[in-house]
């Protein structure tokens, strides 16, 4: 959806840069040395424009005006064209963009994993570097190494998927190094619960399997330093930082304890076929905009279309796209999953309208043969 938002955002851009072109090609040449027809140049610039703003949703439009010039023409032309190319190019672009968001995810999913090794890694050499300048003039701690020999954070330092995982997608907190050094004097050794961790002598299996989640929660999204450092990474971070939490506290469970296996969890079930969902969808959704814009007009007479929210727009052309395109997902599964899309997203009445138009708008297409559904499709959930 943010994909489809930042896409319509940019087709008004380009509908805006391609006026600009006609603007300038009918603006007074300070530079010329020839008089200039001011008046002409301006009632040239009014007629392309109005030309432009008629036929621009047609790459190949034939239009005609027996007062339009033949540089009128051209002009126009140039600009639908030069608006034409850049939907395209922004289109590929964002569809592109989603894809990279949701791979940016699992990016960060396994980042986050490292943080904790990271941390007892400077434990232990915070403890080395201290009794090799004292030379045993202080006694060490009997917790100093509680964090480097934590159970969990052992499982993760020796989880051969993870660090697979990490040099096959380039991942290393080495560039932040100096981040993590920060939150390591900064913030955990200022922690009063990790300072009761490290004092204590010998730590419970128990105390050991809190300590990470508690990491995660307090340094990774409640901390401002990695907050904002990840917030910066991903514009999108308030609710894709909800999805790595919910995949964190799962793969944690499977490394509750020494000797225990890490089990990653998968950016989804079965990420190639929801790869090809996503883009099927987004551009189902792109190529038939008109097509849709006026199935939804239709629906809400009473309403102003120019009022309606640009994102329950997108909502509802998502949706009808999915019922269109999508056979084995039934038709009322599709409604309320947009449904709950409107009250994450869009306005506090978004439900009631998304829901009163998309029943409307699906008993129309399948009644008329527009939707067929197959197999799992077929089901009515009611």
Known sequence: ???LYAFKQAEKSDYSLALDRITETFSPNLNSMQVQNAKQLEGNRQLATLLFEENHRQPDAEFGDESASPEVLVT???AISFYHHQVRKDGQSFAKAMLAEAERIYDHYLLILLIPV?????ARQEADDRKNKYLNAYPASPGDLNLYNNGVIRSLRESKPLETERIRRGLSWDPERNLLRKVYRDVLENDPVYQQYVRTAEVLPAEDRKMVPYLF???VFEQELLHTYFEEADLNWTENGEIIKGMLSKTVKTAAGEGSTVNLLALSTNWEDDREFFIQLYQSTV??????EQLIVEKVENWDPERVAM???ILLKMAISEMMIFPGI???VTINEYIELSKL???PKSKQFINGVLDVIALELVNSGAVRKSGRGLVDNK
Do not use: F, H, R
């Not at 990271?118 to 400077?122: G, I, N, R, V």
């Not at 190529?287 to 849709?292: F, S, T, V």
């Open 217 to 219: 929660k307090n340094l």
């Open 330 to 332: 039934p038709v009322k």
């Open 76 to 78: 126009v032309a140039n």
């Open 1 to 3: 959806m943010q994909a």
């Open 287 to 292: 190529e038939n905009d008109e097509k849709y």
């Open 118 to 122: 990271e941390l007892a890694d400077m």
């Open 311 to 313: 994102l329950d727009k």
């Open 345 to 347: 997203y869009s306005t």
